[in-house]
Each structure stands twice: as structure tokens, then as C-alpha cells.
């Protein structure tokens, strides 16, 4: 029953917007940092992004900086990834990720719940 998954992925132009939505059921958010990682076909997995439990602090990969905004509403169990002025190397799959309360810095150990991944094509 417990589920984390990921939506808004699609096909954009260079320098357009997307949201990504992470939604939970079964279990709630609030006690749960949470994560955006992204990972390109052959490529690693990297950490984009995290908001903590209570949504006061954030992190951002210097890559995206400026670029992309999390933020959270608890109230409907679901994180949101602003996506803006978008380019091709931000092609990847996406996946987001629950930690409990704080960020660690993208440590695949502290992860406690794995979401789904919703594609992103940056492409003109």
C-alpha cells in the first residue's frame, strides 16, 4: 500500500518549464525530507535536489541553481520540482526519494522509500 510516485515528466523545448509532482499514499510526508535524483542513459544517478521534513531549508545541485525550485504541501502528501529555463543535459529520468526529517546530502544509504521515475526530454 505504501507508494511514492513521481508525474509531470514530458517532452519541452529548450529554455521551457515543466512541474514534477511527487505524490505519497499509504503513509504521510511530514516526517520525511524529500529527495529529487535524476539519472541520464549512461550516466550515473545524481542528487538534484532536497526539502526537509518542515520545507525551511532546501538544497539544489550547483547545476540547477537558479534554475529549479522544490517546495512541499503537506497538506495534500505531495512535493513539486519547478523545472525553469530547462536545457538538453537536463534529460533524465526522475525519482524522488524519502528520507526521515533532514536532507543528508543525496546518501543513497539514508534513503528509507524509493518513488517511481517520470521522464524528462529536453529537446528541440
Known amino acids: 500500500q505504501l507508494q511514492l510516485v513521481a508525474s509531470g515528466g514530458g517532452l519541452v523545448q529548450p529554455g521551457g518549464s515543466l512541474r514534477l509532482s511527487c505524490a505519497a499514499s499509504?503513509?504521510?510526508?511530514?516526517?520525511?525530507?524529500i529527495n529529487w535524483f535524476r539519472q541520464a542513459p549512461g550516466k550515473e544517478r545524481e542528487g538534484v535536489s532536497c526539502?526537509?521534513?518542515?520545507?525551511?531549508?532546501?538544497n539544489y545541485v550547483d547545476s540547477v541553481k537558479g534554475r529549479f525550485t522544490i517546495s512541499r504541501d503537506n497538506a495534500k502528501n505531495t512535493v513539486y520540482l519547478q523545472m525553469n529555463s530547462l536545457k538538453p543535459e537536463d534529460t533524465a529520468t526522475y525519482y524522488c526519494?524519502?528520507?526521515?526529517?533532514?536532507?543528508?546530502?543525496?546518501?543513497?544509504?539514508?534513503?528509507?522509500?524509493w518513488g517511481t521515475g517520470t521522464l524528462v526530454t529536453v529537446s528541440s
Open positions: 526539502i526537509s521534513s518542515s520545507g525551511s531549508n532546501t
Open positions: 499509504g503513509f504521510t510526508l511530514d516526517d520525511y525530507a
Open positions: 526519494a524519502a528520507e526521515r526529517i533532514s536532507c543528508s546530502g543525496y546518501s543513497h544509504y539514508a534513503i528509507d522509500y
